[in-house]
T-cell receptor, first 113, second 111 residues
Framework: KAGVTQTPRYLIKTRGQQVTLSCSPISGHRSVSWYQQTPGQGLQFLFEYFSETQRNKGNFPGRFSGRQFSNSRSEMNVSTLELGDSALYLC????????????FGQGTRLTVV | TQLLEQSPQFLSIQEGENLTVYCNSSSVFSSLQWYRQEPGEGPVLLVTVVTGGEVKKLKRLTFQFGDARKDSSLHITAAQPGDTGLYLCAGATSNTGKLIFGQGTTLQVKP
């Protein structure tokens, strides 16, 4: 059974640019969540998509957005990149039962210069 | 705002020693997960605890969920260098995919 796949693994962008990250969840998982991980803030929840709808949203500016497709694959977009957006972006997929267990991809390391 | 406070943040011990990591909150969680993360990789799920007072063992790792489902602990017996990594606790409060993470405990086990 394939795990969660995130692409690309590494990305270098310039301030002001925009970026799109991709996540393919485990087959059969309909929930995809995105997290930002930085040394100072740890893992911060960005948003969750379930059946193509955003179901939960964290406290991030509107520059951060996402979407989910009918096959459960998800994309995350960050516009007008800032230096502070440099982080490891992690995608997690879940079956979403009462006892949520999240399975993470390897992440996309975004560096903004 | 739900918070999970994890302690200690850093732990450096010798091989063979025991250690305990704590995860505390004022919020009740429906379940709590523990993850281990290697540098540059995503977190890997170790265990999920669901019932208040529940204890789960994974080889030399023992996980406990508090009776009130607000706190949890991870105890490692006879730590080995292969246990080195970042340990994260995460709580779920509803029937969604959203998890609240603690700040993590960086464990270094020296041979």
């Amino acid at each position: 059974k394939a795990g969660v796949t995130q692409t690309p693994r590494y990305l270098i962008k310039t301030r002001g640019q925009q970026v799109t990250l991709s996540c393919s969840p485990i087959s059969g998982h309909r929930s995809v969540s995105w997290y930002q991980q930085t040394p100072g803030q740890g893992l911060q929840f960005l948003f969750e998509y379930f059946s193509e709808t955003q179901r939960n949203k964290g406290n991030f500016p509107g520059r951060f957005s996402g979407r989910q497709f009918s096959n459960s694959r998800s994309e995350m977009n960050v516009s007008t990149l800032e230096l502070g957006d440099s982080a490891l972006y992690l995608c997690a997929s879940s079956l979403v039962t009462l006892n949520t267990e999240a399975f993470f991809g390897q992440g996309t390391r975004l560096t903004v210069v | 705002t739900q918070l999970l406070e994890q302690s200690p943040q850093f732990l450096s011990i010798q091989e063979g020693e025991n250690l305990t990591v704590y995860c505390n909150s004022s919020s009740v969680f429906s379940s709590l997960q523990w993850y281990r993360q290697e540098p540059g990789e995503g977190p890997v799920l170790l265990v999920t605890v669901v019932t208040g007072g529940e204890v789960k063992k994974l080889k030399r790792l023992t996980f406990q969920f508090g009776d009130a489902r607000k706190d949890s602990s991870l105890h490692i017996t006879a730590a080995q260098p292969g246990d080195t990594g970042l340990y994260l606790c995460a709580g779920a409060t509803s029937n969604t995919g959203k998890l609240i993470f603690g700040q993590g405990t960086t464990l270094q086990v020296k041979p």
